[in-house]
C-alpha cells in the first residue's frame, strides 16, 4: 500500500508541478508536460514490479503509436481557441475528436 501511495504522490506531484511551472512561464510548463514523465514513470513501475524488460519494450512501442492520435488534442484546441471558441468548448472538440482518433488507432493496430 505505501508503494502505491509513493507512486500516486510523484505522479501528482509532477503533473502540478508543470501546472505551476505553466502558470510563471507557459513555454516552460509545456515543455515539462511535453516530456513523457507519465512513461518513463510507468515503464520504470512495470519494470520494478514485473521484471520484465520484454512487457517494457511491448509497453514502449505501444506508447510511441498511440501518441500519434493524442497529439490531435494539442491541434485541434488552438485552432478552436483562434476562432473564438469557447475553453470548454474547444476543451470538449479536441478531447471528442482525440478519442475518435484513438478508437481509429485501436482499430488499426489489431487489424
Known sequence: MGYLLFKTLLSALLIAGASEAGKRNPLIGAMLASIPLVSVLAMVWLYLESGDAVKVAQFSRDVLWLVLPSLLLFVVIPLLLDRGVGFFAALGIGVMA??????????WLRS
Open 98 to 107: 482525440t478519442v475518435a482518433a484513438y478508437w481509429w488507432m485501436f482499430y
